[in-house]
């Protein structure tokens, strides 16, 4: 029995199929979103680039990018065949591409739920690539005559006041590193002397950090030097100033807001899927619509149209029993393929 069964005339076909066109235009234009909601992200990452450890995160802008186009390509041809079924003669020449097309489709909407997911799931992978991309990158940050790590510390002040965040995981992270290049410390004096003697790798290390570290909505000027010794400063105490310097990790800013961006991305995707798949079972109805009607010469005779010509247990069933009659017929052909030349031995 035909899952879904429904009967048309000619006037419900006629309005199945003109809503079923407009409906894969809105789908052309979403899968333009979906492209453009990839470019936009990969974009995002390419900016940040220097600053995490690898390339995997471009997998997910990479696929949506594909999506979008793959999206536009098989709406616009899925909108020539609506088009083409209002008039049944024009229709008949692809009465054999539909069923491959909507199995494409099927294959299409899968992957683009699959896609929407990996967009949910990013927030993990990201979390890992910061965490060792920023702290390598923190400690190029002094590197401004190196080539090719000249940009380095740029790249961190401008992020650090962009995201109002400080260090990896916070501003502590500067207190384990030389950030100031070697080029401007004084070594003869007894000062620098003592810092870098009494560290077994030989770094200038001190309870300090970079400007773009500090709060501009702080009541007073920015302490970034020996911030852990509260007689160094009047009326001070680190513990309690909250507004001197950004207290946030950078890893938890940038992961929250590329979290956030991957999310709103991913229910926009499965929005597109719902979209797709809609499209999808309005094309299968105009199919068996137009293949049942009673009379093929009179396109005004009534036809039924069905989203399965069986339930789903016996489509399963039969999909399956096909699968297997593949693999025996394969089996069958390498045995025979076999068998001349053990004879020949």
Same mark, same amino acid.
């Given at each position: 029995? &035909? =899952? *879904?069964?429904?009967?048309?005339? #000619?006037?419900?076909?006629?309005? /199945? $199929?003109? %809503? +079923?066109?407009?409906?894969?235009?809105?789908?052309?234009?979403?899968?333009?979103?979906?492209?453009?909601?990839?470019?936009?992200?990969?974009?995002?990452?390419?900016?940040?680039?220097?600053?995490?450890?690898?390339?995997?995160?471009?997998?997910?802008?990479?696929?949506?990018?594909?999506?979008?186009?793959?999206?536009?390509?098989?709406?616009?041809?899925?909108?020539?065949?609506?088009?083409?079924?209002?008039?049944?003669?024009?229709?008949?020449?692809?009465?054999?591409?539909?069923?491959?097309?909507?199995?494409?489709?099927?294959?299409?909407?899968?992957?683009?739920?699959?896609? &929407? =997911? *990996?967009?949910?799931?990013?927030? #993990?992978?990201?979390?890992?690539? /910061? $965490?060792? %991309? +920023?702290?390598?990158?923190?400690?190029?940050?002094?590197?401004?005559?190196?080539?090719?790590?000249?940009?380095?510390?740029?790249?961190?002040?401008?992020?650090?006041?962009?995201?109002?965040?400080?260090?990896?995981?916070?501003?502590?992270?500067?207190?384990?590193?030389?950030?100031?290049?070697?080029?401007?410390?004084?070594?003869?004096?007894?000062?620098?002397?003592?810092?870098?003697?009494?560290?077994?790798?030989?770094?200038?290390?001190?309870?300090?950090?970079?400007?773009?570290?500090?709060?501009?909505?702080?009541?007073?000027?920015?302490?970034?030097?020996?911030?852990?010794?509260?007689?160094?400063?009047?009326?001070?105490?680190?513990?309690?100033?909250?507004?001197?310097?950004?207290?946030?990790?950078?890893?938890?800013?940038?992961?929250?807001?590329?979290?956030?961006?991957?999310?709103?991305?991913?229910?926009?995707?499965?929005?597109?899927?719902?979209?797709?798949?809609?499209?999808?079972?309005?094309?299968?109805?105009?199919?068996?619509?137009?293949?049942?009607?009673?009379?093929?010469?009179?396109?005004?005779?009534?036809?039924?149209?069905?989203?399965?010509?069986?339930?789903?247990?016996?489509?399963?069933?039969?999909?399956?029993?096909?699968?297997?009659?593949?693999?025996?017929?394969?089996?069958?052909?390498?045995?025979?393929?076999?068998?001349?030349?053990?004879?020949?031995?």
């Amino acid at each position: 029995m &035909a =899952l *879904l069964k429904v009967k048309f005339d #000619l006037k419900k076909r006629v309005k /199945l $199929a003109q %809503g +079923l066109w407009l409906m894969y235009w809105f789908a052309v234009m979403a899968g333009v979103l979906v492209f453009s909601m990839g470019l936009f992200f990969k974009i995002e990452l390419r900016k940040r680039s220097e600053i995490m450890d690898n390339n995997e995160s471009h997998f997910v802008p990479n696929l949506l990018i594909a999506m979008g186009l793959l999206a536009c390509g098989l709406n616009i041809f899925g909108g020539k065949i609506c088009y083409d079924s209002l008039d049944p003669t024009k229709f008949a020449k692809w009465k054999s591409v539909v069923k491959p097309f909507l199995i494409t489709c099927f294959i299409f909407n899968v992957l683009l739920f699959i896609t &929407a =997911l *990996l967009c949910f799931s990013l927030r #993990l992978a990201l979390q890992f690539t /910061l $965490a060792e %991309g +920023l702290k390598n990158s923190m400690k190029f940050y002094k590197d401004t005559d190196t080539p090719g790590r000249c940009f380095m510390k740029k790249t961190l002040d401008m992020m650090q006041m962009e995201f109002r965040c400080c260090g990896n995981n916070n501003y502590r992270d500067w207190f384990e590193i030389q950030w100031v290049s070697n080029r401007y410390l004084d070594f003869s004096a007894k000062q620098v002397k003592d810092r870098i003697h009494s560290n077994v790798d030989g770094q200038y290390l001190m309870d300090g950090v970079p400007f773009s570290c500090c709060n501009p909505s702080s009541p007073r000027p920015c302490i970034q030097y020996q911030m852990t010794n509260n007689s160094a400063h009047y009326s001070y105490d680190h513990y309690t100033e909250e507004l001197n310097i950004w207290k946030r990790g950078c890893r938890d800013a940038l992961v929250s807001y590329y979290g956030g961006l991957m999310n709103t991305i991913g229910a926009l995707v499965l929005l597109v899927t719902v979209l797709e798949v809609g499209v999808m079972v309005g094309l299968q109805y105009v199919n068996t619509s137009l293949a049942t009607l009673v009379n093929p010469e009179d396109p005004e005779s009534e036809s039924e149209g069905w989203l399965l010509e069986k339930s789903v247990k016996e489509t399963f069933t039969t999909i399956m029993g096909k699968m297997k009659a593949m693999g025996k017929s394969n089996q069958i052909e390498e045995g025979g393929a076999e068998q001349p030349a053990a004879t020949a031995s």
